[in-house]
């Protein structure tokens, strides 16, 4: 009987490319991932070796330019709908995360101390980003944090601007 060259499956039923994308995000990268073959994904923890902000699409954008342009950029992939934007930070260091009301109104999302996380392999091009890249430290959660609220606040004053300019 002879196998299908097409197929990546290996006996225990986990894909060939997420055994390899494991391996690279544990060892190149010392991150916590792990599969989760019932679904064929990947997955990890928060909490430990790193952290995440989950942004709506257009202020994700707005974020990873202002991250890129101040030498803080770090990994950031996309749901399948390319509709929420995940940033990987360093751990924020604290048991709880709560963010601030801003932030909130924003739909700006914290994954909690031990939340999964569903990482794409790197190999999936459409999905990241930022691709994570071994020997590239994660930027500060503080810093993350801070640039997505300047970010929002600026929003928020553009806004107000404009409409106090169409109510005259």
């Not at 060939?16 to 690279?24: P, S």
């Not at 342009?69 to 360093?90: C, E, I, M, N």
């Not at 048991?95 to 739909?107: E, F, I, K, N, S």
């Not at 994570?132 to 994660?138: A, F, I, K, T």
Request: net charge positive; charged share 20%.
């Amino acid at each position: 009987m002879s196998t299908d060259a097409t197929t990546n499956a290996r006996h225990d039923g986990i894909d060939d490319d997420l055994a390899w994308a494991a391996r690279f995000f544990a060892q190149r990268l010392g991150w916590p991932v792990r599969i989760d073959s019932a679904h064929q994904r990947l997955v990890m923890r928060t909490g430990e070796v790193l952290d995440a902000l989950v942004l709506p699409r257009s202020l994700g954008e707005a974020v990873s330019t202002a991250l890129d342009t101040k030498l803080l950029a770090g990994p950031v992939y996309r749901d399948d709908q390319d509709r929420w934007w995940t940033f990987l930070t360093a751990p924020c260091g604290h048991g709880t995360v709560v963010l601030r009301p801003d932030l909130r109104q924003a739909r700006v999302h914290a994954v909690p101390p031990q939340g999964k996380l569903v990482v794409p392999p790197p190999s999936a091009t459409d999905r990241w980003h930022q691709r994570p890249m071994p020997d590239l430290l994660l930027p500060p959660w503080s810093a993350v944090v801070a640039v997505t609220r300047s970010i929002v606040h600026a929003s928020a004053c553009s806004t107000a601007v404009d409409r106090a300019g169409r109510a005259r």
